[in-house]
């Protein structure tokens, strides 16, 4: 399946909370303004039939470390798993990354 992989918007603070249950509206909202206003950090979601389906973070390091990338949340939806999704998530954003960026690193937890 191919979805339609963009950046976030505001909009999507109630999809992502469906895909970040433990998270809640409020705290999704907080996170996408943050990530918005930060030229430091992008999040995109893929959408598949007009819901949001997948989700990508990803934050740019500063300083010594501003040649490096990490995805530290990856997330479908698990009736979406297993149709490439993420990996549509994965190829946009490494895209999107500046040409100054020489490390991307995928962090995941260990129950996962």
Known sequence: MTAEVRPITEDD???LS????????ERCKKRIRKTLSS???????AVAGGNVVGHVYVKLGSMH?????RITSLVVDPQY?????????????LEML???????TL???LDN
Do not use: N
């Open 65 to 69: 470390h501003s040649h490096i990338a």
């Open 13 to 15: 603070a109630l999809a």
């Open 39 to 45: 030229e430091r950090q992008f999040r995109l979601v």
């Open 98 to 104: 500046p040409a100054t960026i020489e490390i991307a």
């Open 107 to 109: 962090q995941v937890q």
């Open 18 to 25: 469906h895909l970040y249950p433990r998270w809640g509206i």
């Open 81 to 93: 798993r297993g149709q490439h999704i993420a990996t549509q998530l994965l190829e946009k954003a």
